[in-house]
């Protein structure tokens, strides 16, 4: 079974048959691949799990942004070899959730902080190779500032807009395919 994009009804996010999401979590980041730590996000029975705990969705969390932000192991998105390590990961992921029929969010997860031109460098490699699967969709950036909405401050809305314009342009102007089963690139 193929899904169709989400929808929304009373500010409440819905599967396309109107069902809510309910999901897990995988975590996608350099050190976990190294340590082991993130084996199970790369076995088929963890999906299957998922499914079977009556589940719809998966939320992807690409730890490398804070991994980079605190000093630790990661992905260099600029390097050609790690892009390409990271993008196979991620792939295998949205290919195993997507196989087991759940909804994939794509989270950029940094914390506290939102630097923009690594923001812009993610966005650009992953938008547009997922723009065309309606099973998967995006969480821009994870706690862009430090937990309390008060503590946002005009510039960091300003980033916000800004990053949701870059990646709406990319999404726009994908071009539009019938569903694979395998979901993305």
Request: hydrophobic share 35%.
């Amino acid at each position: 079974m193929s899904r169709s994009r989400l929808r929304t009804d009373n500010g409440t996010v819905l599967t396309d048959t109107g069902v809510p999401l309910r999901g897990g979590v995988a975590e996608v980041f350099r050190y976990g691949k190294r340590s082991g730590r993130t084996r199970y996000a790369t076995d088929s029975a963890y999906y299957k799990r998922l499914r079977r705990l009556r589940l719809n969705a998966v939320r992807v969390v690409c730890s490398d942004p804070w991994q980079r932000t605190n000093g630790y192991f990661h992905w260099d998105f600029a390097a050609g070899d790690h892009r390409k390590a990271f993008l196979a990961e991620l792939d295998t992921v949205v290919e195993l959730a997507t196989t087991n029929d759940l909804y994939v969010l794509i989270d950029y997860h940094d914390v506290g902080r939102l630097d923009l031109e690594h923001a812009y460098q993610f966005w650009d490699m992953v938008a547009p190779r997922y723009a065309s699967a309606p099973q998967v969709f995006y969480e821009l950036a994870n706690e862009p500032v430090t937990f309390w909405p008060e503590k946002y401050t005009d510039d960091d809305l300003s980033k916000q807009e800004l990053l949701f314009r870059r990646v709406r342009r990319t999404f726009s102007s994908a071009p539009r395919r019938p569903p694979s089963r395998q979901g993305c690139r």
